[in-house]
């Protein structure tokens, strides 16, 4: 099952919930109107777990008003809302109002606070916590739509330390864009791609600092696969295609053409992805080698 990780931020449209409602709609054409896109999304993915991002000013108040309402203790609903006044919102608070929150969503919601991330040391602090709460090899997904615009940066940062360091599958990244709202709808955008392309720069980056083959790469195995297959004759001939399209290496530290020069790089991805098909074949035909020998008696 997946886990929705979700900012929540600041907003003035909507003098009760904060954000403006949306009917937002998704890429299999279902619709869901809400004020915050996160429960949408949520509800779309059918999320186990709803992990909420916020600052110690985030409208967590308009949040639990709007979700919750009178089911919430009026004690704790008047502290939440001078705490968010006084931009000191704590998770102990917000732990005692989640069961209210999870009644009426009908899923677990965890519900943290993180720095404005601000500096590089906040930014961290942000990462580690996400580490934190995400189990080892976890399906999740990630909503980008609310909280400040820097966040959703480090949101995409975040898809590809997780996928290292907690070993998860990242699901999808989403957006719901409310200036894109025409006749009432508002589109919800993936931003999938952009988590792929880190990849593929990761995969070429490690190709060129130790020759592991790019190809290795899930993602760009599947780029491969979903290329016409061709024969596997002519894989080892037109490994040379990618090969002519990396750039000459790279020189050495301070020589004439360190800084323009490069051994690959972002500039060379293009031209290797479109030697892909290629590649893919060589690692194919190796692959089926190897099993080959390994299959046949020894002498």
């Known amino acids: 099952m997946t886990t929705l990780i979700s900012f929540l931020g600041k907003s003035q449209l909507d003098s009760k919930t904060g954000y403006r409602s949306a009917r937002y709609r998704f890429e299999d054409g279902s619709e869901r109107e809400t004020a915050y896109f996160g429960l949408a999304l949520a509800d779309y993915l059918r999320s186990g777990t709803l992990i909420l991002l916020g600052t110690p000013s ?4 308009l949040l639990v008003e709007s979700v919750v309402g009178d089911a919430a203790q009026e004690e704790q609903r008047i502290e939440l809302l001078d705490a968010v006044r006084a931009d000191s919102v704590n998770e102990d608070l917000l732990r005692q109002l989640a069961p209210s929150i999870e009644r009426k969503v009908g899923r677990s919601v965890q519900a943290l606070i993180i720095p404005h991330a601000v500096s590089f040391a906040e930014q961290q602090a942000l990462l580690a916590r996400l580490a934190a709460a995400i189990a080892r090899g976890e399906r999740v997904a990630i909503d980008l739509t609310h909280g400040y615009r820097h966040l959703a940066m480090l949101g995409l940062a975040a898809a590809r330390y997780l996928a290292h360091e ?9 957006y719901g864009a409310l200036d894109m709202t025409r006749d009432g709808i508002t589109p919800v955008i993936r931003l999938d791609g952009l988590a792929h392309v880190e990849e593929w720069a990761e995969a070429f980056a490690a190709y060129e600092a130790g020759g592991d083959s790019p190809a290795s790469s899930p993602c760009l195995l599947a780029t491969v ?9 002519t894989g080892l001939a037109e490994s040379g295609a990618y090969q002519r399209a990396r750039c000459r290496p790279t020189p050495a530290a301070g020589s004439p053409g360190a800084r323009t020069a490069s051994c690959g790089g972002f500039r060379a991805i293009p031209r290797a992805l479109a030697a892909l098909p290629a590649l893919g074949n060589r ?11 390994a299959a046949s008696p020894q002498p």
């Not at 985030?58 to 108040?61: F, K, L, T, V, Y």
């Not at 998860?168 to 989403?174: A, D, F, H, N, Q």
């Not at 696969?225 to 004759?233: K, N």
Request: hydrophobic share 35%; proline share 6%.
């Open 58 to 61: 985030s409208q967590w108040d």
């Open 166 to 174: 907690r070993d998860i599958v990242i699901e999808g990244l989403y």
């Open 225 to 233: 696969s979903r290329r016409r297959p061709r024969t596997p004759h």
């Open 283 to 293: 690692e194919h035909a190796l692959r089926k080698a190897a099993a080959a020998r």
